[in-house]
């Protein structure tokens, strides 16, 4: 296609494109690599230290933390939903209240996550596995540490939500 006197390919992508679209394939081309290196390490460190038990709780463990990540998902993607109405209504004051509101309810939300984990751990635990084994003990001090990392976790996707919200407002205001 002729513009202006010069050849232009009609399959060439602007850059600006190309940027766009490597900022939002690549962090999770990244994260995906990542996710799959720290599994093989993560497998290979708990194969050796604790053998076919060690991998059995880690199995368990993935499947608790399936179940507490959900709530962490739910409340971070109602933050990302407010800050776009936050946004919607041209109130910032808001946008930045619902940060603060959210880590309100992070906070609650650990509070009882982590008291029903420690409160209900040996029953959490009995239901995966029997209570005389050596894993049983195992997955005793695991559900301990997935309770302490539900804080974690749920400021994270909290945090995550609001700024690729804020980031979607911030390319819409351009």
Same mark, same amino acid.
């Given at each position: 296609?002729?513009? @202006?006197? $010069?050849?232009?390919? $009609?399959?060439? /992508? ?29 497998? $290979? ?6 053998? @076919? ?17 959900? %709530? ?10 407010? $800050?776009?109405?936050?946004?919607? #209504?041209?109130?910032?004051? =808001? ?35 029997? =209570? ?10 695991? %559900? /301990? ?21 804020? #980031?979607?407002?911030? #390319?819409?205001?351009?």
């Amino acid at each position: 296609m002729y513009l @202006s006197g $010069t050849f232009q390919s $009609t399959t060439a /992508i602007p850059s600006r494109l190309l940027l766009r679209w490597s900022s939002v394939f690549f962090p999770s081309a990244v994260h995906s690599v990542a996710g799959m290196v720290r599994s093989v390490i993560l497998n $290979t460190l708990v194969v050796g230290v604790g053998g @076919s038990v060690g991998m059995s709780v880690l199995a368990i463990h993935s499947t608790i933390m399936d179940f507490v990540d959900i %709530i962490a998902v739910g409340i971070a993607g109602a933050v990302g939903v407010l $800050t776009g109405i936050a946004y919607g #209504e041209k109130n910032g004051e =808001d946008m930045e209240g619902i940060s603060i509101l959210s880590q309100r309810y992070i906070l609650t939300m650990f509070a009882i996550i982590f008291s029903l984990m420690l409160l209900f751990r040996k029953p959490i635990a009995g239901i995966f596995l029997n =209570d005389h084994s050596e894993g049983y003990r195992l997955l005793l001090f695991v %559900i /301990i540490c997935i309770a302490v990392g539900v804080f974690f976790n749920a400021i994270i996707y909290s945090k995550v939500s609001y700024l690729q919200a804020d #980031e979607k407002i911030r #390319e819409d205001q351009n």
